[in-house]
T-cell receptor
Framework: GAGVSQSPRYKVAKRGQDVALRCDPI?????LFWYQQALGQGPEFLTY????????KSGLPSDRFFAERPEGSVSTLKIQRTQQEDSAVYLC??????????????FGPGTRLTVT | KNEVEQSPQNLTAQEGEFITINCSYS?????LHWLQQHPGGGIVSLFM???GKKKHGRLIATINIQEKHSSLHITASHPRDSAVYIC???????FGAGTRLTVKP
């Protein structure tokens, strides 16, 4: 079975450009998480979906960040008007269950975004 | 929000040594994740535990819920264990900054 995949793996954007990052979770996984990892730091939570519902977006750093998962499978993280401080690796993870259950998360390889 | 602290930040060991990485958190949690991140970025989940101890091969994870502390141990360390080890609280998904482990042959 395929794991979590993300595309593109690398993205270079000029400051002010919009970018869209895609995550394909493991088939059948209910929960999907997006994280941002700056160089030399641990990941930071951005947002969480249970199926198509975005249950927590408290980690999104600004209103330039938007995430969706319209059919409860593939998710897209969009960053509008990118700025240099957005440069980071964006990680996606999925897990089988949701709600109050405790489930292992499976991580994708990440998308490294560089804003010039 | 939970504050998750790890120590040490960096750790260098000789092959065969016993390794301990510590994680403490400020707010009670239902479970804690231990993750491994290799150069190149891929993250693998090692353990998810809510009490006591778990063992997988040469890796052992323990958690003390009352003391808000967890440890990851590696027995008979090997150069291929070189990676960044990260703990994260399950409730808020707050991550520690990671411990960079280098095991020398």
């Amino acid at each position: 079975g395929a794991g979590v995949s993300q595309s593109p793996r690398y993205k270079v954007a000029k400051r002010g450009q919009d970018v869209a990052l895609r995550c394909d979770p493991i088939s059948g996984h209910v929960s999907l998480f997006w994280y941002q990892q700056a160089l030399g730091q641990g990941p930071e939570f951005l947002t969480y979906f249970q199926n198509e519902a975005q249950l927590d977006k408290s980690g999104l750093p600004s209103d330039r960040f938007f995430a969706e998962r319209p059919e409860g499978s593939v998710s897209t993280l969009k960053i509008q008007r990118t700025q240099q401080e957005d440069s980071a690796v964006y990680l996606c993870a999925s897990s089988l269950g949701g709600g109050q259950g405790i489930y292992e998360q499976y991580f994708g390889p990440g998308t490294r975004l560089t804003v010039t | 929000k939970n504050e998750v602290e790890q120590s040490p930040q960096n750790l260098t060991a000789q092959e065969g040594e016993f390794i301990t990485i510590n994680c403490s958190y400020s707010v009670g949690i239902s479970a804690l994740h231990w993750l491994q991140q290799h150069p190149g970025g891929g993250i693998v989940s090692l353990f998810m535990l809510s009490s006591g101890k778990k063992k997988h091969g040469r890796l052992i994870a323990t958690i003390n819920i009352q003391e808000k502390h967890s440890s990851l141990h590696i027995t008979a360390s090997h150069p291929r264990d070189s990676a960044v080890y990260i703990c994260a609280d399950h409730n808020d998904m707050r991550f520690g900054a990671g411990t960079r482990l280098t095991v020398k042959p």
